[in-house]
DNA sequence: ATGCACCCATAGACTCCCGCTATGGGAAGG
DNA sequence: CCTTCCCATAGCGGGAGTCTATGGGTGCAT
């Protein structure tokens, strides 16, 4: 069994309270509650936590360590539920964000939870979509704010660059490319079976608009197009071809060995990863707001 | 109420199967279980993740979001689970790990977690403590194997660098320094009233010999010192002086803006964590896999 | 000394979550 | 046409988790 998260928080709050008693409060609940809690959790954890005082409770050092993993499991529970109430809002909210998918997966939640903290009051709706699509619902105006990938630029919006980021050639770790060498030419790469997203996708262009100026005979000739970034993973691990990927979404992946990274010469596949709006009207509000938490973030 | 952690890992098992009843069955429970937890999944969060069909579900664009960010959660989960486990094995495991703070609470959680997909059965005993007192841990026999910072060597360790950090300089968002445009000096680094590590941990003895090597008039006479991070973030944000941390420890204060860097000059802070073991002993089986953890991860 | 205010723990009742089994409808394939 | 896979619903039972009520302990002030 995982430990839940409900007695994470009540830890977290004990820790920041400096007892059981003022935890409860904080969480609007009842003390027995809490001594409950914890006590199960200790018996559950099989160490003990909290020392319990008539004058208050304080963390053991196990409990301070458990406490401090612990903050990074609600810091990725928030983000989750940043993202899901962004995603949630359609039409009712203050801010409309249509987001290409690698900074709506892997970039967004974070500036979400980071702009609930400046200003709680702040609705947003999310719109997942590729870079393309995003500049154009920025410019119909059907949302408020944009974040692309890749080299485009389009006529009538202004863009600020908020992160960079590159991309990676991956393998499967059983693929002959997984113990090569030496990297990569731009020729291989360009010949190579490769599983991308499809055109339009912020990915797709930095790839293309890369490969042309590395001097490639031609434009790759992928072997898969597919439209999310779990489904290049899979193809990827299922001996299929080579996957193009942004460097956020195989991060885990490549730690946990079950992607690896084929380097590449010649080839700059770095891109930026731009917020945009329409020109003309001055960046303020709630927008402002949550470009100046991804500028910050990065 | 926060999304829970079972309901996401239903989640990911469908996408990763490819239908509920698949699904149930990689999960060891029954199939209406899933079928009922996904349906309150979705109206929990006010969202249609699962296409359901006769010929099995795929998860829908918002599904797939969900499902990303839920990695996210349960892998920072497992990070915790896995650094519970070895804290709580006291003797009945294959490999004693000492480490220091800074390793132990930001580093060690990830490569255990890694180590567990590479050998699931290796037991890990974690012992916390500062820097001198792991190496003194692996000299005398009482762990296996030891993490450390900082600049020492002792004779009889051999030590390989497994990652790099640096110490950071925070102050409170309301302190002088915070708004500070040019960098500190060495001797108002020095003269700082700085909240610090015990003697002892590898943290204070970066510090002291990075103002040594930097020509400070003399090492740093601390306000305050401390033996937990938290304890030295807490003093800090209560005004009581400027901080001195690893990096690792304040990421997530800096972005939320709760603590400020304040740069210096002239004095490098940068400094090398190293795995150590016995001279003579050959650094083979779990240990040698915990350190190729380590080395990979960074 | 004697309250008082805080701390924490325990006991008992109640509710609701969440797993199970049993069953039924729909689509593909031999 | 029958089997086999998919999914959904209904009803049941155990246990998790909340509450209220109560009691014991310590420190401080009247």
Excluded at 132 to 153: C, K, S
Excluded at 203 to 214: N, P
Excluded at 238 to 245: D, E, F, K, P, S
């Amino acid at each position: 069994m995982r430990t839940d998260l409900r007695s994470l928080e009540m830890l977290l709050a004990v820790a920041e309270h400096g007892s059981i008693g003022a935890a409860a409060r904080s969480l609007d609940i009842q003390q027995p509650s809490v001594t409950d809690r914890l006590q199960r959790l200790e018996r559950h954890l099989g160490l003990s936590l909290v020392e319990r005082s008539p004058r208050g409770s304080r963390l053991t050092p196990e409990g301070v360590a458990v406490a401090d993993w612990a903050r990074e499991v609600l810091s990725a529970s928030d983000q989750l539920e940043a993202g899901v109430a962004a995603l949630r809002r359609s039409h009712d909210s203050q801010l409309r964000v249509s987001a290409s998918l690698t900074v709506a997966e892997y970039l967004l939640p974070r500036w979400l939870a980071d702009l609930r903290l400046r200003s709680p009051d702040t609705g947003v709706a999310l719109r997942m979509c590729n870079s393309e699509q995003a500049a154009q619902d920025v410019l119909h105006g059907d949302a408020d704010l944009g974040f692309i990938e890749g080299p485009r630029t389009t006529r009538g919006l202004h863009a600020r660059v908020v992160a960079v980021d590159d991309l990676v050639i991956v393998v499967a770790p059983g693929h002959a490319w997984s113990r090569r060498r030496r990297p990569l030419t731009v020729t291989e790469l360009a010949d190579a079976p490769l599983i991308v997203r499809e055109k339009g996708s912020g990915t797709r262009d930095t790839l293309d608009h890369a490969l042309v100026r590395a001097g490639a005979h031609r434009t790759a000739t992928p072997r898969l197009e597919l439209g999310s970034t779990a489904a290049i993973k899979a193809a990827v691990l299922t001996g299929q071809g080579v996957g193009v990927l942004s460097r956020f979404a195989i991060i885990d992946d490549i730690r946990g060995a079950r992607l690896r990274e084929v380097a590449v010469d010649e080839v700059d596949l770095r891109r930026r990863l731009r917020a945009i709006w329409r020109s003309g009207t001055h960046l303020a509000g709630p927008a402002a707001e949550l470009v100046a938490c991804a500028v910050q973030s990065s």
